[in-house]
Nanobody
Framework: QVQLVESGGGLVRAGGSLRLSCAAP????????MGWFRRPPGKVREFVAA????????YYADSVKGRFTISRDNAKNTVSLQMNSLRPEDTAVYYC????????????????WGQGTQVTVSS
């Protein structure tokens, strides 16, 4: 599997913004649907956003629609998640993931996961 590394997490006040990045150093994932997931404290992991291999299609969870934007730069082997209008309930560890070949669009399955980056939103 390609190693995925998330970065960009941190502490931000409600209403603020953060931009997360996911990189695959020395490898490519341009042919994969890519997704962002998150695990809030004490809760199960949940889907956040996905982007098709070409970047032409995106899909968002209702909870982040209109606030978050997923993008990718295949030439740089990176996927980003721009998070605006952050709320305390967005606090979670955020993970990027690559969908398996033949996955069912944003539903996956996802077979390659990063280790996560912490996002904390204070009130």
């Amino acid at each position: 599997q390609v190693q995925l590394v998330e970065s960009g997490g941190g502490l931000v006040r409600a209403g603020g913004s953060l931009r997360l990045s996911c990189a695959a150093p020395g490898r490519t994932f341009s042919s994969n649907t890519m997704g962002w997931f998150r695990r809030p404290p004490g809760k199960v992991r949940e889907f956040v956003a996905a982007i098709s291999w070409s970047g032409s299609s995106t899909y968002y969870a209702d909870s982040v629609k209109g606030r978050f934007t997923i993008s990718r730069d295949n030439a740089k082997n990176t996927v980003s998640l721009q998070m605006n209008s952050l709320r305390p309930e967005d606090t979670a560890v955020y993970y990027c993931a690559a969908a398996a070949i033949g996955s069912k669009w944003y539903q996956g399955p996802y077979d390659n996961w990063g280790q996560g980056t912490q996002v904390t939103v204070s009130s």
